[in-house]
């Protein structure tokens, strides 16, 4: 088990209309395979991803990762997050000054030769080869998702979260981005969150999320 989660809620607090997006939601993931939460647009996905990775802290509830409660402290959920887990968003948050290799080079903890190496590894697997002085600005949408795809792959991480990866490229690019997804979960966790199913075809197990409550996974 790489990921548990236990009545795990997020409320917003907006005034006299706080806003439940995460309802004592418990689930658990293992340390490999490719898994989807399916789910309309407000149904709660991103929170609920945002929550797994430590990026939010729940208003209730608990997550175990790896056999241990998420530490509370920031500074300990934010070297768990650069150490260990990966992330793709839905914008890709590239640095427009820097090149498609530097860009997939931030999301390595140490920027020595082997990470230097593990990029020039994955711009080939990425088929980003002759692109590696370009800026995002120069590239096209598939290639800018592909670049984010590298950065989060650059530590080699247990876990990658995943948000919405084709919402902004055509069916067959994203078919391609959806592929190097689940070639990363042989041997690693990925998470997806989408509206999308066609993209989950062939996934390990699916979640369906709505009004911020999950249903089991199949």
């Known amino acids: 088990m790489l990921i548990q989660t236990k009545n795990l809620t997020l409320i917003y ?17 293992p340390e490999k395979g490719f898994f989807g939460i399916l789910g309309p647009s407000g149904s709660g996905k991103t929170s609920l991803l945002y ?3 430590g990026i939010k802290r ?3 509830g608990t997550i175990i990762y790896r056999g241990e409660t998420f530490p509370q402290s920031s500074g300990a959920r934010n070297k768990i997050r650069k150490e260990e887990m ?10 427009n000054y820097l090149s498609t290799e530097q860009n997939i080079l931030i999301g390595a903890s140490r920027q020595d030769h082997e990470a230097q190496e593990r990029v020039r590894e994955l711009i080939a697997k990425l088929g980003l080869e002759e692109l590696e002085k370009r800026p995002p600005y120069k590239l096209s949408g598939g290639q800018r998702q592909r670049v984010a795809i590298g950065r989060a792959f650059a530590n080699e991480p247990k876990v990658v ?3 919405e990866p084709t919402a902004s490229l055509d069916h067959k690019t994203g078919q391609k981005v959806v592929k190097l ?7 690693a966790c990925v998470l997806s969150v989408t ?6 075809k062939g996934a390990d197990g699916v979640f369906k999320m ?7 996974g199949s």
């Open 13 to 29: 607090e907006n005034g006299k209309n706080d806003v439940t997006a995460v309802n004592e939601v418990n689930m658990t993931l």
């Open 51 to 53: 929550l797994l990775s």
């Open 58 to 60: 729940p208003t209730l």
């Open 86 to 95: 990966g992330f793709v968003f839905q914008h890709h948050f590239l640095i």
């Open 161 to 163: 979260f995943v948000d």
């Open 181 to 187: 997804l689940k070639d990363y979960s042989k041997n």
């Open 195 to 200: 509206h999308d199913p066609t993209i989950l």
């Open 210 to 216: 709505w009004d911020g409550r999950l249903e089991a």
